[in-house]
């Protein structure tokens, strides 16, 4: 596709159901990156894949955060028994490769998860 | 710890010129950027500093002193449409990206 893209934009869950959000990066970007971003606030990482290795995932907030990338292009973020500080924009970002001279990130349309 | 400090809202006129500021603490440093981000829309990429000194792309220039911690973006010839969040980034040593809180620019005619 022409550009990242992410779902679903919204989504409002329970306190504590689960929710998986998915992305599809650009076709051939090898990097791939989740951010979480609170309203007024910069993008926040969470976790970085080198096509299906997940090299860091320093940033995910608990051990109810988990994400994949089995095949090496699409990625799904899962948050397990959400809770009311979950609710931010997930942001999924690719680039061609981390290291790449200018390393710009492409970031996707982003989904909004509210969670009541 | 790591911080990047930059103004959280400014306002500027249209076909004026603003610069916003930018100083940053990382560990380490491989890069600056500056993205733009509308309400409610994802970021989308600026301008990218690794040496010192003003990098040029129409409208928008953007200028790095790796001394001082410090960079700034320059918007000149303000159109209305420039109203939005601008985003400063450091790559640290790690290669992971460390996130301003933005600034807010509102534009007014």
């Known amino acids: 596709g022409a550009g990242v893209s992410q779902s679903p934009r919204y989504k409002v869950a329970k306190r504590g159901q689960d929710v998986a959000l998915r992305c599809d990066p650009i076709?051939?970007?090898?990097?791939l990156f989740w951010y979480q971003q609170a309203l007024g606030q910069g993008p926040e990482f969470l976790t970085y894949f080198q096509n299906e290795a997940q090299l860091d995932k320093s940033g995910l907030p608990s051990d109810r955060f988990f994400a994949e990338r089995p095949e090496g292009s699409v990625s799904t973020l899962k948050i397990q028994r959400t809770q009311q500080e979950d609710s931010a924009v997930y942001l999924c970002?690719?680039?061609?490769?981390?290291?790449?001279?200018?390393?710009?990130?492409?970031f996707g349309p982003g989904t909004r998860l509210t969670v009541t | 710890g790591q911080n990047i400090d930059q103004p959280t809202e400014m306002t500027a006129t249209e076909g004026a010129i603003v610069q916003i500021n930018c100083t940053y603490q990382?560990?380490?440093?491989?890069?600056l950027f500056w993205y733009q981000q509308h309400a409610g829309e994802a970021p989308t990429f600026l301008s990218y500093n690794v040496l010192d000194g003003l990098e040029e792309k129409g409208r928008f220039s953007s200028f790095l002193s790796r001394s001082k911690g410090y960079s700034y973006l320059l918007l000149k010839e303000l159109q209305m449409k420039d109203s939005a969040s601008y985003l400063c980034?450091?790559?640290?040593?790690?290669?992971?990206?460390?996130w301003g809180a933005g600034t807010k620019l509102i534009i007014k005619p």
């Open positions: 076709s051939g970007h090898v990097s």
């Open positions: 990382t560990s380490g440093f491989n890069g």
């Open positions: 970002a690719s680039s061609l490769a981390r290291g790449a001279p200018t390393y710009e990130q492409y």
């Open positions: 980034a450091v790559r640290d040593s790690n290669y992971q990206l460390i």
